[in-house]
């Protein structure tokens, strides 16, 4: 074969070079930010095959892929092509072609090493289990997984099959099951790939593979006994139903039955180990087909590209962001700890305030044990942690502040106080810092009452806990400048958040639909419904938590200060339930304060009795599904709203903030989805007799009527 050769049938998106006799498959999409295991891809790696099976004497001694890719093996496969796949048929016939092909990789004469840096799922992983070795690099970049069930699939190009065979079945199962994710390290202890090196050597340690058939610690492809075991373990008939058995029972108790996803993978995996490679991936193929085309994968996806789309628009307006390293959280509390310690996390300088040292020696401890988490989960090695605890530097006074170009306010919810913060902090600080307020419902516009430099004005509202929600909402006011929302959005991004961008008003977005759902709720218990009836029904629905838990995690005392300023915008359609005050009285807080609707002493959750009697209830009647329409369609009748408002326009963002803020069921594909698939005009008509019967609260806004007179959806 002539050298160097080079040929590509994919526009650029990959090539193949002779080098010293060793074939290398450079990866590299020239329009995507990674590379993906594309139709067209699959087709360039069959011509290629025909080369190399074809090439007889002049056969390269190995084949070697890589990405060209910083940060990128192959992150899956192109999910706009999966979600385009429409007829059962045509799918097989594809996962027919493409296991051929992966098939052909398997089965070379010479040996194929993945040397991979960066991602490598899904589909990656998929096309790295067919080569003979896999080296890893050591690198935080560097993760490997089969993510699939996360967007209502699992792996089709061989990844039930391979995998267990590869790691063993307990192993394999987390991965294919929950998506789970490893490093290198972790991946080389399963047996996963042969060799781990520094990312400047990759290129070495696979020609090395190649050249010694030897991997740093074991003989490559080698199986360790316990893999070995585990799996003949697995076949024994007694133990294979005790192991799937138990799989079963955790995906059940995480999904509630609503994704079909982790079930049937989990099925097929257990027919595919009970024959050989080939009849498995038969089985494989079969199963993805019939499950790629149902709804609720295709609402899965779908919530893939709503959050592509967010996260594009972001990417664009953070272009003319100022450039931000150092940042001062005001207020070390749960919230200001939480959003200093995740800044931190990301390499930025903090400089984190608290009005005494007592104050800020807790909130650094709170940074401390969140860091020392991720040491205990082996996500961070103790030397990291040093690290990141010396970008964060507690004060109790304004020192250190006057440099500083963006500030997050986020200390106690009281309009006087945010004030006198403001104003203390704008007169400490330069004239070009940008100041964020935390609030979860003040108008910004109120806020910056207090400030000098409006422009540069603006509303962060991060959700609890800051470090695992991924959703923060910015919320700038008709005076917050261009500037501040393109430096704020990109500070956001680099703390890994998705974001939305809303114009202002009390409760915002987010925290204004959530509390007619949450108040819903109440007024139903107060017509007689169980608490448990009423979580029950909404966890059933798909819920997380139901809505009365929900007020026990929030804080009571929270959502009642909530209620009151929503209250005070919008009237009598936000009038809280009457037994939230009763609530408050009796010192009911929630989890945190070990008294709420439910109880924490310690042993088992369960309805605290002693409620029903402070709130004077009397028992009644509510059928289960009028308690998830009234608590889902007021939410839906608020969204409405805010739509003729202006605080908020985009479905993908409406759809993306309940469902990353707050939890709103994903395989219902978010809130407008859902009511597309129900029909507007069947819930106007609900809500009018729920009107009727209940209270104006529940009567439909203008928006929901237009659209069901003109026969509109939410998304197109």
């Known amino acids: 074969m002539a050298e160097p050769a080079t040929e590509s049938t994919t526009p650029g998106a990959a090539r193949m070079e002779i080098r ?14 990674v590379n993906t295991l594309s139709f067209t891809l699959m087709e360039w790696l069959e011509a290629q095959l025909d080369r190399l099976e074809g090439a007889g004497s002049d056969r390269p001694k190995g084949v070697i892929i890589r990405s060209e890719k910083p940060g990128n093996f192959v992150a899956g496969a192109d999910i706009e092509e999966i979600q385009a796949l429409a007829e059962p048929a045509a799918v097989r016939d594809l996962l027919a072609r493409g ?46 997984g089969l993510p699939e069930v996360k967007i209502g699939i699992f792996p089709g190009l061989g990844g039930t099959q391979r995998l267990p065979r590869q790691i063993g079945v307990m192993d394999a199962l987390p991965m294919i099951l929950a998506g789970k994710e490893v490093d290198a390290r972790k991946a080389y202890k399963l047996g996963l790939v042969d060799e781990i090196c520094h990312p400047g050597d990759l290129e070495k340690a696979a020609l090395r593979l190649i050249d010694q058939g030897r991997g740093a610690g074991r003989p490559p492809g080698k199986r360790p006994f316990g893999i070995r075991a585990a799996n003949f373990l ?37 027919a595919g180990l009970a024959t050989n490679l080939d009849r498995g991936l038969e089985i494989e193929a079969a199963a993805f087909a019939d499950l790629v085309v149902t709804d609720e994968a295709k609402r899965l996806m779908g919530i893939f590209f709503m959050k592509t789309d967010c996260d ?16 001062g959280v005001l207020g070390a509390g749960f919230m200001g700890a939480g959003i200093a310690q995740l800044l931190a996390h990301k390499g930025v300088q903090v400089w984190l305030k608290d009005r005494d040292d007592a104050g800020v020696a807790r909130g650094l401890k709170q940074c401390h044990d969140l860091f020392y988490g991720l040491v205990k989960r082996r996500k961070y090695k103790p030397m990291e942690l040093t690290l990141a605890m010396g970008r964060l530097h507690g004060v109790s006074d304004y020192g250190g502040f006057g440099h500083l170009p963006f500030v997050i306010e986020a200390v106690f919810e009281d309009v006087k106080v945010k004030h006198a913060v403001i104003r203390e902090m704008e007169a400490a600080g330069s004239e070009e810092m940008i100041f964020a307020s935390n609030t979860s419902t003040i108008p910004i516009t109120r806020l910056a009452e207090a400030s000098q430099r409006p422009e540069n004005f603006i ?52 925290s204004r639909v959530l509390g007619p759902f949450v108040a819903e709720a109440g007024h139903i218990l107060g017509q007689g419904a169980r608490i448990e009836d009423i979580d029950r029904a909404l966890k059933g629905w798909g819920w997380p938590v139901g809505p009365i838990a929900l007020l026990d995690e929030v804080g009571i005392d929270v959502a009642a200060h909530a209620a009151e300023v929503m209250r005070e915008a919008f009237g009598e359609r936000m009038e809280p339930p009457a037994m939230f005050h009763r609530l408050i009285e009796d010192g009911r807080t929630g989890r945190k304060g070990r008294k709420g609707f439910y109880t924490y002493d310690g042993g088992p959750k369960k309805v605290d009795e002693s409620v029903y009697k402070l709130i004077d209830w009397q028992p009644g009647s509510v059928p289960r ?16 709203h805010c739509i003729q408002e202006g605080i908020i326009e985009n479905p993908n963002d409406i759809d993306i903030g309940v469902i990353f803020g707050f939890g709103f069921p994903p395989f219902r594909g978010g809130l407008l989805h859902e009511a597309d698939r129900v029909g507007v005009g069947a819930i106007v008509d609900k809500l009018d007799a729920y009107a009727e019967k209940y209270g104006e609260r529940l009567r439909p806004a203008q928006l929901l009527r237009d659209m069901a007179k003109a026969g509109e959806k939410f998304h197109g």
């Not at 992966?102 to 067919?130: M, N, T």
């Not at 007694?238 to 079909?260: C, D, E, F």
């Not at 509303?459 to 501040?484: N, Q, R």
């Open 99 to 144: 296991h051929a092909m992966i098939r052909r990789l398997e089965k070379l004469p010479i040996p194929v090493v993945a040397a991979i840096h960066g991602s490598c799922l899904g589909g990656g992983l998929e096309l790295s289990l067919a080569c003979r070795y896999r080296v890893a690099t050591e690198d935080p970049k560097t993760k490997l």
């Open 459 to 510: 509303g962060m509202h991060f959700f609890s806990p800051v470090h695992k929600m991924p959703l923060l909402e910015i919320i700038k006011t008709k005076d917050t400048s261009e500037a501040t929302v393109a430096t704020t959005v990109e500070v956001g991004r680099r703390m890994g958040k998705t974001i939305i961008v809303v114009n202002d008003g009390a409760g915002f977005f987010t």
């Open 625 to 640: 599904e009028e308690i998830i329409e009234r608590c889902w369609f007021q939410m839906l009748n608020e969204t409405a």
């Open 312 to 327: 594009s628009r972001a990417t664009a307006l953070a272009k003319t962001s100022h450039p931000v390293d150092r940042v």
């Open 20 to 33: 010293d006799g060793i074939a290398w498959i450079l990866l590299n999409h020239p329009t995507k930010k």
């Open 234 to 270: 697995a076949a024994v008939p007694l133990l294979k139903n005790i192991i799937y058995g138990k799989a079963r029972a955790g995906v059940l108790k995480q999904t509630s039955g609503h994704y079909p996803a982790p079930i049937k993978a989990l099925e097929v995996v257990k």
